[in-house]
DNA sequence: TCGCTGGAGGAAAGGGCTTTCTTCGGCTGG
DNA sequence: CCAGCCGAAGAAAGCCCTTTCCTCCAGCGA
């Protein structure tokens, strides 16, 4: 690989010169001398060696991406939002995928730290796990010490900015929308139950069933994997142990998706027969049969405003911004029959 | 932010000893400078910077992906079987997202070459631009020439390895099944003309007219852009020109979900009164309804084997390997009524 | 004509790490 | 008892680049 050195010998000028003309530095050049250089740059395809200049420059030009899956469309969705901002500020994205195994997230946060990005942005739940949190904490403590920036989203509890999804109210207004249809036997196909987003969504159910007179028992709540088969089989065990349930809510829509699935091979009619609310609303939300009725979260906003907070002003104290649920109502939710 | 120098004075040794104990070297250290130094390493949160690690030893450690976009679900899956073989070989993706722009395509080429990546893989089609395709492959022989690695997904004519997904033997099924169902009057909504993706396609799709007897005129094609609305828009368009269409073939998923929402729109059963064939085979495919008869890619698959090329020996001559297409028979398809 | 000034180019000092080459101390064998 | 060795630790070079600090020379004014 060509090095500065071999442009500027090919060039008959040195080193100092021809960075000064690879660079535009403000620093003038004679045009004779400009020309040679930028004729070696070309002939040798030379390339700025970016890990030198990183050395040499000591500016952190790229920021660190921790998601539990970039392929899930749900951090699909987030990870655009944040790609946007980033490449506005020209910055770089390095994204690591946790696949939601914490050991794997804490050793992506020391990977990003020594890769010297700028900011480290926690995409996706946190966990119901101490020693985990504790951990992660203070890494993050650290690498915030030494100038480095870190934003999370969804995640109570940690060093940093946050933007918080209205995951807690997201699932208030699921469970009301149901209880005022009139539903009173309701299934709930639930995430993992370790993930903080889980339990957030699920307190807001039980809020509303609460202000409607009601308890979701924990029987008709089934622990799934915020996926589409997942949520199929669960949908399964809820119908098979509760044979008269009318509505069913999934924690996500992918689980929504899944649900369905299970309805229609058994010939159920939503929402003649029983009613699904989804959450998130996810893109195909509206193109699936009847249109889900879901919870409208705004990913790539969540994105946005994360990366604006890591790569905007450091503030004195951690801020957090919290982005409102709505519900958009489609056709798969229905009074009961 | 601590430096391997800081370290090593805590701990009351040379830097050379710490750099020693902190990368496991062979040379044996005494169990009581070891103990020291790891000590130090732990009170200071010391991270080594990786950049100065790379300058140092000079082995490449990340490998560089060029996509589309990742948040296209198509990408998405491509990229999960990236990925995965990437972290299985200990490597860490750089992922640019070029939004179908060739400029920043370029651009992206040799940012990676900056960040030394040890190979660089290049996602989805590629364009009918001879200017663009003499320059990128000028900059990757170059690259190759360094000692870096290349391989392609679902392009021709380039430098490096290549995985070719069968775009043109897919586009024959999907005119075949439609062909052979009965049908006479079909539409097709394209991707971007300029794509080679497209184009083999419906060089598959006429391919299959043509041993039915039959063509496709250029009336009967739409370009659109590869997502839900521009498939969407482009099946109202083809039904106000062509009113009497029994089917219509999209050349991708997000499209032929796009065409079911117009149908469904317009009242139109599928396939009662009209046949929908799509292509990717997307996990969501199955999960519309009615369920879509579409042409399945491997998605992953492709991914894995691209990345396996880039990160395993090296050949002599550029290799191709080639992933057959199949049909995926489900319900959006039957014969015209 | 000489002393200055200012501008253009180069030398060299980092920046943080790895690794080769040295050094030094303690041990063994003659 | 001393030469010679070996093993463990440290000194220093080098990776590639940026940038400060010098140097040198031309041109200007006195």
New interface residues.
């Given amino acids: 690989?060509?090095t500065l050195a071999d442009v500027a010998r090919r060039a008959g000028v040195s080193a100092a010169t021809a960075s000064r003309v690879i660079n535009g530095s403000a620093k003038p050049v004679a045009d004779e001398l400009r020309g040679r250089v930028l004729r070696a740059v070309d002939e040798l395809?030379y390339?700025?060696?970016?890990?030198?200049?990183?050395?040499a420059r000591a500016d952190r030009v790229a920021v660190g991406v921790i998601v539990h899956?970039?392929?899930?469309?749900y951090f699909?969705?987030i990870?655009?939002g944040l790609?946007k901002v980033a490449t506005e500020h020209g910055r770089?994205?390095?994204?690591?995928?946790s696949y939601r195994d914490p050991d794997r997230e804490l050793a992506y946060v020391?990977?990003l730290?020594?890769?010297?990005v700028a900011a480290i942005v926690l995409t996706g739940s946190g966990y119901h796990d101490q020693r985990f949190t504790r951990l992660l904490n203070?890494?993050l403590r650290?690498?915030e010490q030494?100038?480095g920036r870190v934003a999370a989203i969804g995640r109570h509890m940690h060093a940093g900015d946050s933007v918080l999804p209205g995951n807690e109210e997201g699932g208030y207004l699921a469970g009301a929308e149901l209880f005022r249809l009139g539903h009173k036997r309701i299934g709930v196909v639930a995430g993992p139950k370790v993930l903080t987003t889980t339990t957030d969504r699920l307190t807001g159910l039980r809020r509303a069933a609460k202000e409607f007179g009601r308890t979701i028992g924990p029987r008709r709540v089934v622990y799934a994997d915020f996926d589409?088969d997942s949520g199929a089989a669960a949908a399964a065990t809820l119908l098979d142990s509760s044979p008269t349930l009318t509505a069913i809510a999934a924690l996500n829509d992918a689980m929504a998706?899944g649900v369905?699935?299970t309805l229609?091979e058994r010939g159920l009619s939503v929402p003649g027969d029983i009613s699904v609310i989804g959450f998130d609303d996810m893109?195909?939300a509206?193109?699936?049969?009847p249109p889900l009725t879901t919870v409208h979260l705004g990913m790539p906003e969540l994105g946005m405003r994360a990366m604006a907070l890591a790569l905007g002003k450091p503030a004195r104290a951690p801020r957090t911004e919290r982005l409102p649920a709505t519900l958009v109502r489609r056709t798969s939710t229905g009074p009961p029959p």
Avoid: F
Wanted: proline content about 6%; charged content about 20%; aromatic content about 2%.
């Fill in positions: 690989m060509a395809h390339v700025p060696n970016a890990h030198a200049q990183l050395l899956d970039v392929s899930d469309p699909a969705e990870t655009r790609q770089l994205c390095i994204i690591c995928n020391d990977l730290r020594a890769q010297q203070a890494k650290a690498y030494t100038g589409r998706i369905l699935a229609r893109p195909i509206r193109d699936v049969v």
